[in-house]
């Protein structure tokens, strides 16, 4: 590529990264430079879920950085191998070429992969069970996967498809949101092509359904759905399924489709506890190309604790903040970037506060405290704070614990058993922690 050219592409790609760091993957870097031609720019993705996943979410935010650079509007197209010249194609093409046809009405996300995916005590039982039917379709019939929004329920329904057409390249899968599901049926109704619709949706090898629990009594489309769900399980086709809900809770569910749903494997998400909170946050940090130091990651996994579409709002704050500051991410930021004001909400004691005080007090380091090392000098400020954080923040014993590397509630109880028995006992340890108590109230009162 000419040197022109290739400082054009560095340019788009940097605007892109700075302007919309919610799209940015570390994987844009392998994107081909085609030129333009006649007002149009081409981009080479080889990677048929890359593509698609561009030229669903992507085109704006690339046509954005190419009139950024250039100065004038262009129109971004994202090409095959194969098919530098055939702009206009879709899927077909890539049939065509082929690779593996997903009958997908929403576009997979290339980036929700098992690999991505970060196991845990909350999502051990829905990771194994999908992990099963992705290796084997047909293992449990159906998959049905609950748990509360935000959860990683979309991103476990598509890693899902991801395995099984990289596994089975030829598999007719389907994989659609039930809003989607509906809105085709009810425009089939309309047009009278409701044979059309299902034979669509009754030939394929695999039926993946997000959000279930949107299934609506209305014009009997549970009704349909019901027939479309046993023709697929009589033929032994996998279907996959996810809710916000149990099946029996789900407001409005007929009971013959409460019923097929429980005849499979059922697995809840929990919400993810603290460790796991922070390998997300480290993986999708990574992802984005973000260098995050460890404190940081800590910080905003004790703040983002139920919703792990927050730490996606998070991280992006966070990238926004570091181009605007132009330096790197720290600990500071993060604190920014969770929607604190410095040193925590008015009145609020954070962890930070607390170790700041403790570390410096005892002259100790927050690794230390955060590492297995079991010296004395070591415990007894690692007890301190986990003491102090019981009595002055609203955080649990296990989120407490959690951020001591992982260590268990219990060991947080033994800690602060520890600590009252020693103030009992030693008068001058208890004379240091009525100082550290009072420098942690003067936060309370800014
Ligand atoms: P839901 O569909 O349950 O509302 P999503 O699957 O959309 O939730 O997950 C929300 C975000 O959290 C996504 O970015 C997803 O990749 C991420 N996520 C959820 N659980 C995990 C996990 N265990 N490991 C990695 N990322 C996760
Ligand atoms: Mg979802």
């Known amino acids: 590529m000419p040197d022109s050219d290739a400082r054009l592409w560095a340019q788009m790609l940097a605007h892109v ?11 844009f870097d392998q994107i081909g430079w085609l030129g333009f031609h006649g007002g149009v720019l081409r981009l080479r993705v080889s990677e048929p879920l890359q593509r698609n996943y561009l030229r669903s979410n992507g085109t704006e935010a690339f046509e954005d950085a190419a009139r950024h650079v250039t100065g004038h509007l262009v129109t971004v197209r994202f090409v095959g191998d194969g098919d530098e010249e055939d702009f ?9 070429n082929g690779h593996a046809v997903t009958r997908s009405d929403l576009v997979l996300d290339p980036d929700n992969t098992f690999e991505n995916f970060v196991e845990g005590p909350g999502n051990r039982l829905a990771h194994a069970a999908a992990l099963g039917v992705a290796e084997k379709p047909g293992s449990y019939n159906p998959l049905f996967i609950y748990g509360r929004v935000g959860l990683g329920k979309t991103h476990l329904l598509q890693a899902t498809c991801l395995r099984i057409l990289q596994n089975h390249p030829g598999t007719t899968l389907s994989y659609v949101s039930c809003e989607e599901y509906m809105t085709q049926y009810f425009a089939a109704m309309q047009t009278g092509e409701l044979m059309a619709f299902r034979q669509k949706f009754r030939e394929v090898g695999v039926l993946v359904i997000d959000d279930i629990h949107f299934l609506t009594k209305r014009e009997r489309s549970q009704e349909e759905f019901f027939h479309t769900f046993n023709s697929l399980f009589v033929a032994g086709k996998q279907i996959i399924l996810s809710s916000d809900a149990a099946p029996e809770v789900i407001p409005d569910l007929e009971a013959r489709l409460i019923s097929r749903f429980k005849q499979g494997m059922v697995a809840e998400l929990e919400p993810p506890d603290f460790e796991t909170r922070a390998a997300i946050i480290r993986q999708k940090a990574k992802l984005r190309g973000l260098a995050l130091p460890e404190d940081a990651v800590l910080h905003i996994a004790t703040c983002v604790e139920n919703n792990i579409r927050e730490i996606e709002g998070t991280l992006t ?20 970037a969770v929607g604190e004001p410095q040193g925590g909400h008015l009145g609020e004691v954070t962890f930070h506060i ?45 989120e407490i614990g959690g951020y001591f590397g992982g260590r268990d509630h219990t060991t947080v109880i033994h800690a602060i058993e520890k600590v009252q028995e020693l103030r009992s006992t030693d008068p001058t340890f208890d004379e240091q922690l009525k100082k550290l108590q009072e420098q942690i109230n003067k936060h309370k009162r800014l």
Request: proline share 4%.
């Open 17 to 27: 990264q700075a302007h919309h760091p919610g799209l940015w993957r570390h994987w």
């Open 88 to 96: 206009a194609q879709g899927l077909s093409g890539a049939a065509r």
């Open 354 to 398: 607390i170790t700041s005080a403790v570390t410096e007090f005892f002259n100790a380091k927050l690794t230390d405290l955060q590492s297995k090392k079991r010296h004395r000098s070591i415990t007894v400020p690692r007890q301190v704070c986990m003491y102090l954080m019981k009595h002055n923040t609203r955080h649990s014993l296990q």
């Open 317 to 336: 704050s966070l990238q926004l903040l570091a181009r605007v500051e132009k330096r790197a991410p720290d600990l500071a930021m993060a604190r920014a």
